[in-house]
Each structure stands twice: as C-alpha cells, then as structure tokens.
C-alpha cells in the first residue's frame, strides 16, 4: 500500500472475521487505534485483532515523502466491516463481492 502524503488509507474501521497487520517499508505512520494515537517508522509492524478493540486507521503525517507499508492479515470470508462511530460498513461475501450499508 502507498499513502500520499497529508492523506489517510480507509476510513476508521473494524473486522469481525479478519486480522490485519501493518509492516512499515518507508516513511512514517500516524496510526489512531482505540488506545490512541501511534507513530510508526520503518521497520515497525502493528496487530489488530478482529474486534472493536482492533479499530484503526492509518496516515501519512509526512509534508514530502510517501508512506509505504504491507497490510496483511487473514482473509477469512465473509467478513464484515464496521466504520467505528458510525452506522454505516461493508459486507464482503464469500466470493469477495463488497457490499455497503448504513448511512
């Protein structure tokens, strides 16, 4: 994944089914988790497990220089995605079909 920089990567969010993990290959990261804020370099990894406590969203920080890092994780279908604070999410299917809802 690249991020841009001064931009956001997804919305904040949730997984019922799947787990995620972020690998840091260059630039930095501001990641706002449910603890807070975190500050990623190169080199660093972040979990988020498949529940609200796993809330996230990450940034690109940086004025000049562009953000990239692997997300990876399990790819458990179905899954459903909730955009945390909101009523609104998607349902993935177990073909892979994307489904919004909510508002």
């Not at 690249?2 to 630039?27: K, L, Q, R």
């Not at 890092?69 to 399990?74: A, V």
């Not at 073909?95 to 809802?101: A, L, S, T, V």
């Amino acid at each position: 994944m690249e991020v841009e920089p001064g931009n956001t990567a997804y919305g904040y969010h949730w997984h019922e089914a799947n787990e995620e993990v972020f690998y840091i290959i260059s630039g930095e990261a501001s990641v706002k988790t449910e603890n807070g804020e975190i500050r990623l370099k190169q080199g660093n990894a972040i979990f988020f497990p498949a529940d609200v406590k796993g809330s996230h969203v990450i940034s690109n920080p940086s004025e000049t220089e562009k953000l990239v890092y692997l997300d990876f994780g399990t790819a458990n279908r179905p899954d459903i995605v909730h955009f945390t604070g909101t009523q609104s999410g998607m349902a993935i299917s177990e073909d892979g079909k994307i489904y919004m809802f909510g508002k």
